[in-house]
């Protein structure tokens, strides 16, 4: 080939070479520019699926029923579907409508104490037990204890296919000795004489004193046969008795236990009588000095601050004693002292009359858990039995003591028809809240809540009575147990005693199906009872000629003692006349009915003066915003 056809080939070569590198960079540049357009659109993708994620509204049990039942059905997202079917399923009322929710839902592995799958097939069977369909029933529970055995939802199904005593119930006492099963079981061994009755009250000792019915075995078996039983097993009852507050019966099982205790110094008596005596500057000092005292819950507190306010006032600083009250107002607005402050300041006199009782309050959020667990997820879905057999299987034994974790404990207790135990443990997180935080609206409204609401609404319009007094004195009395009994032997809801309530009868109107029943049958019927307590209070507020404070102290002391009291400053200061009350237990009545009676009329009837500037809930609100 001549040179230059070669230098001509060459030439084209390189030139071609050129190309080729030029079409690889173009080629190198597409691909990283397609690249970044992937990755970008994929960060957008995601982006919009989380801010989707955020906005799309919570499903729980204040969600709207078609919010619900649209996302049940047409959701893309089958987890939306399913938790959306989880909640029509738990606010069904049939069991056929909670079969039909919950079909084909019983999929998914497990993940830990939050299990759907376990908890679907708890709820198919005890739909199936509804229905009487005790075969099905059975098959779903043999399928939860197969493929969950070791969640606490499979305790059920041990519960369900075994019976006391046998080898399915040994092995629910021993995996889940807390459990509300395990109590319900050993209650039953306890309750049934044999070799292993003494077996199932330890149990109930160990881990469930407070259970319902545990309380009054355990203290009519230290009672009857304290002195007989093996020293470990009366130790370990007379524990419990003491757990629960029943020193009495604790005494009769372990003597001298009750006064192991050491005792509190408390400051209020003696600043009582300083106020009783009128001295003035002695009880500013001693209310000064224990108003430094470290570590006051808000209880204390507020009552410090009143009656600094008050002593103030007499004395002849006005500015002060406002300023004291004032402050009273803000941190405790629903408590007895944050009514007599708004007394004091001539923002408000007595409670307002409620318009309408609901039959039952709403449900409100849980509260303030450390713990983002199956109990929080089975409360919102409206599961509230399951929530409570998952809360006191965490808890194991451990009484709670922090006031965040006795208002969960003590909201699961109302939703599991607890009242006794639930409403004291709300009381007490109500109340032993740092004084600095203040009282919590959310907290007050949940421990206020409304049983019996129409029976006790339409007893007290009958006898011309403010549904909130009567609603006051049930949570009082009874804290709205139509079988509760008193050791003096008053009964039912507004704990009448059966001579009074005899008396009463004469023109009361009896439902037929009770007309023949014995009388304390009668009593401890709510609509009954209801009816002849609202007769007495409404008698006993005649008597007094419209006079509240006097008319509930009769309610509880009797009509004749509260008139041996005289009512001597009653009318100037009431605050006084009710420290003077001499006995301690009428005292306190008062005091709570009264601050009882003010929350309710504003927490469900027409709103009270509220200093802090919060929304005090009305009835009938729309909660289906709640947090979930």
Known sequence: MPRGSFACVNARRLRCLSLGHGRRRELGAGVALLGAVSLLSWVLLVTGRHALARNRPLLNRWSSPALLRRTARYSPDPSRRRQARLVLAAAAESPDDHLGWLSGQAWGEHRGLRTEPSVVLVLLATAEQRRGQTDAADAHWRSLLLRFPDTPASADARYWLGTPGDALHQELLEQFPAHPSSLASALTTARTPGPHQLDGALHLARWGPRQVGSESLLANLCLQEGSQLPATAAALLADALLRVDNPAAAEACRPGVAESGAATEDPWPAIRELLLQRSWLQARQALATAANTPRLTLAEAIRLDFWHGFVKQQ?????????????????????????????????????????????????????????????????????????????????????????????????????????????????????????????????????????????????????????????????????????????????????????????????????????????????LDAEINADLGARYLAQQLRNWRQQPILAIASYNAGPAAVARWGTDGLAEQPELWIEAIPYDETRLYVKNVLGFWWTYSCLHGTPCPDPTGQDVAKEGENRSERPG
């Open 315 to 523: 004395l002849g600083q006005s500015e002060e004693a406002v300023r004291i009250w004032r402050q009273v107002a803000r941190s405790a607005p629903w408590s007895y002292y944050g009514w007599l402050s708004q007394v004091r300041l001539g923002q408000v006199s007595w409670p307002s009359p409620l318009p309408r009782v609901l039959p039952l309050s709403p449900a409100a959020s849980l509260g303030r858990s450390s713990r983002d667990d199956a109990v929080t997820w089975l409360w919102n879905t409206g599961l509230d039995v399951l929530a409570w057999e998952h809360w006191r299987h965490w808890r194991s034994a451990t009484a709670p003591r922090d006031p965040d974790e006795l208002w969960i404990e003590g909201q699961l207790r109302l939703a599991v028809m607890d009242p006794w135990m639930g409403l004291e443990q709300l009381d007490d997180a109500s109340w032993n809240r740092p004084a600095s935080e203040g009282q919590l609206l959310a907290l007050e409204q949940v421990r206020h809540p409304i049983f019996y609401g129409r029976i006790l609404a339409a007893a007290a319009r009958r006898h011309g009575l403010d549904p909130a007094l009567l609603l006051a004195t049930a949570r009082q009395e009874s804290r709205f147990r139509p079988a509760q009994r008193s050791v003096v032997g008053a009964l039912g809801l507004l704990q009448l005693m059966p001579a009074t309530a005899a008396q009463l009868m004469s023109r009361a109107s009896i439902p037929t199906e009770l007309a023949d029943q014995d009388l304390e049958t009668q009593l």
